[in-house]
């Protein structure tokens, strides 16, 4: 198997139905066979049954810089969404730990699922968990990270569609994103292909290991 790039016009679609049925668990186990970490860590769903697949679309956030006046926005990655988020997108949010602020909420995931957006992924904080839960668009963030404080006058947007660290997983523009109850794993573009049939298999096999289970047999083969 080669790692084939796909071409740009199919790319949603057809990353969507390469991973459809597949859980992170096993794409994760997959990307670690081919000696890729995909996982992020401590990132949760912030809500139950939350499931997403989609091609990455990123933005990268520091701390304000000091002497900008407090009536600047500086955090400007609502007009990313407004107006460069595609269907099929996971927009992944990379923060800095300090200072603390919310870059996701209401409002944004209202937005991304107008434009038919598949989630988004934050390494940081969220606000309006409750409304967004009820409009059933997928947002994952750090776990325990939810606070009322925005991001408007306390972050600074530096670039979007680049390259990122994203809870300590590199990821760039194009790459899929899938996230479920289990968490969130990111695997290059480069490797969709080799991904999703090593995982394929990888899932054959695990429910194979179930009927044994259930039937009295052993996690082992051999007892």
């Not at 499931?51 to 990123?58: F, S, V």
């Not at 009536?71 to 400007?76: F, K, W």
């Not at 259930?214 to 996690?219: D, E, F, S, T, V």
Request: proline fraction near 5%; hydrophobic fraction near 45%.
């Amino acid at each position: 198997m080669s790692g084939l790039r796909l071409p740009k016009a199919l790319a949603a679609t057809r990353a969507t139905e390469l991973f459809d049925g597949l859980t992170s668990t096993v794409v994760s186990d997959a990307l670690d066979q081919l000696g890729v970490n995909g996982a992020l860590v401590d990132i949760a769903p912030i809500g139950v049954g939350m499931r997403m697949i989609g091609l990455a679309q990123t933005v990268f956030q520091e701390p304000r810089p000091e002497g900008v006046a407090m009536t600047t926005i500086t955090a400007t990655h609502s007009l990313f969404v407004d107006h460069e988020v595609r269907a099929g997108a996971v927009v992944v949010v990379s923060t800095p730990v300090a200072p603390v602020a919310s870059s996701w909420g209401y409002l944004l995931s209202l937005r991304s699922l107008r434009l038919g957006a598949a989630g988004t992924v934050i390494d940081g904080s969220v606000r309006d968990p409750e409304s967004i839960i009820e409009t059933g668009y997928p947002v994952f963030a750090s776990k325990g990270r939810q606070v009322s404080a925005g991001s408007k006058l306390r972050l600074r947007t530096v670039g979007t569609d680049v390259p990122v660290i994203c809870a300590g997983v590199a990821i760039e523009p194009g790459d899929v994103i899938l996230g479920d109850d289990s968490g969130v794993v990111a695997c290059p573009r480069g490797l969709v292909e080799d991904a999703a049939a090593l995982a394929r298999e990888i899932s054959k096999a695990e429910k194979e290991l179930e009927r044994r289970i259930r039937g009295g047999g052993y996690l082992n083969e051999n007892g």
